[in-house]
């Protein structure tokens, strides 16, 4: 699929996809996270807690994985950097999911609908966001 881009797109298109499987990834820990700690810290306590964690997790795999061979600062400092300029996406992604939760019961009794809608929302963002000024 790749090898039918441009050259000059195929490194981007290698990119998009790997970030799109942590993304993948991502969602699934997600998931997970919002439903371990819902009893603990309720609906919205649990989407905020589990972002958190999930975009630390993401940082990392796409710092080795998805932008290798971009990565040329510090560890601590591109990890503030993600989290900072992911902030965007994390708007985009819990102001879905909040949205969601205030809008419609369904997602109150099956928050991964509202977590999905929320991963869609903010991933394009993240991608270009993390690609021009995270990964540089």
Known sequence: MLSRLPERH???GGEFLRFGLVGAFGFCLDVAAVYAL???LGLYGAGAVAYFIVASINWALNRFWT???RTHRAAHTQWLRFLAVNLFGFILNRGAYSLLLVAFVLPRHYPVLAVAAGAASGFLVNFLLSRRLVFV
């Open 67 to 69: 932008f290798g061979g």
């Open 10 to 12: 195929r490194a981007a």
């Open 38 to 40: 819902i009893p603990s």
